[in-house]
């Protein structure tokens, strides 16, 4: 005689319509703090950020013009719309693309040498080898607390032969501000004033690795240079990143040092570098000028750090996939 067993399926019990509406206000509730979280943030993201852009997009429209209907015109300057004419006449300028491959001569030495004295700095500091770090960490970074308009004019009164404390002591003519030598010098200045950031920077990444990984790598019998070419490095991968991102959008807006500079060489011209460019063409002092072609090369110098950023990027995680 074969038993036959019924199972009888379980059903869940569906919730009720009260607390469905609880877990729903609960919800909006949750989202609405974290909106009001987001606020500040986005008040000023819109001022700081997004009208600053707008308003620069719509006087790239336009053009200053003298009013009035004679030869030279008369009376005072007034707005033109002149479409896209502004964008053209940045990017067929001369001045801006030889100060642009400046800038980026000037960047293709300076930030290499900067991030990895940075990142040799914050691999010191991350070891056992320094007993204060935190002296020598306030003392790295205390370049970046100076004004760059500041740490320009004291590096000018070092580079000057006549008041300098050390070019007496350097082979006889050499010349700091020479054409030959001034990018090496300004990136110098950037170096000193930078290199303590992009330190903070690699030492945060570096802090926030699990010590474990540490230890078990020397309970395997690595050596600290192992620990910090095998471990270390490859983990601060990303604030790497960061950092040459952030060098590479501040060098193409490279300004306090050249002007400082230009000075005391008048032979740089008030076209130096596109940021100089741009301000001088703001100021009349430059032709063309007025604000029209002031924010359409600050715009266009906007792309191109934006597209350098993006190439390097897209460079460095193709590497890190391979």
Do not use: C, H
């Not at 319509?17 to 943030?41: D, H, Y």
């Not at 007025?290 to 460095?316: E, H």
């Amino acid at each position: 005689m074969t038993a036959t067993m019924t199972v009888t399926p379980q059903t869940t019990p569906s919730p009720s319509p009260g607390s469905t509406r609880r877990r729903n206000g609960r919800r909006r509730r949750e989202g609405l703090t974290g909106w009001l979280f987001m606020l500040p943030f986005a008040v000023l993201f819109v001022f700081v950020f997004l009208i600053p852009i707008i308003v620069s997009v719509q006087s790239s429209m336009f053009a200053q013009v003298p009013a009035g209907d004679g030869l030279y015109g008369g009376g005072e300057l007034e707005d033109r719309f002149v479409g896209f004419d502004n964008f053209v006449t940045a990017a067929s300028s001369g001045a801006f693309w030889v100060g642009m491959g400046r800038v980026v001569l000037y960047a293709a030495f300076q930030i290499p040498v900067m991030i990895v004295g940075a990142l040799a700095l914050a691999l010191l500091l991350d070891s056992f080898l320094v007993r204060r770090p935190g002296l020598f960490r306030m003392a790295y970074f205390l370049p970046y607390a100076i004004p760059g308009v500041i740490a320009a004019m004291i590096w000018l009164y070092l580079y000057t032969p006549e008041v300098s404390p050390f070019m007496p002591f350097l082979p006889e003519g050499t010349d700091l501000m020479a054409p030959g030598t001034m990018l090496l010098s300004m990136a110098n200045m950037t170096t000193w004033t930078y290199t303590g950031y992009n330190m903070l920077i690699f030492l945060a990444a570096l802090q926030a690795v699990p010590r474990e990984l540490y230890e078990a790598a020397r309970l395997d019998g690595a050596t600290g240079w192992q620990i910090a070419t095998r471990i270390k490095i490859p983990l601060v991968r990303n604030a790497a990143l960061l950092a040459v991102l952030l060098s590479i959008i501040g060098t193409i807006q490279l300004f306090n040092e050249p002007v400082v500079m230009e000075s005391a060489n008048s032979w740089m011209g008030l076209d130096y570098t596109p940021m100089m460019l741009t301000y001088n063409s703001l100021m009349g002092t430059v032709s063309p000028s007025g604000t029209g072609i002031a924010s359409a090369y600050s715009l266009l110098m906007a792309v191109i750090a934006g597209v350098l950023a993006i190439v390097y990027a897209l460079v460095q995680r193709r590497k890190g996939d391979v």
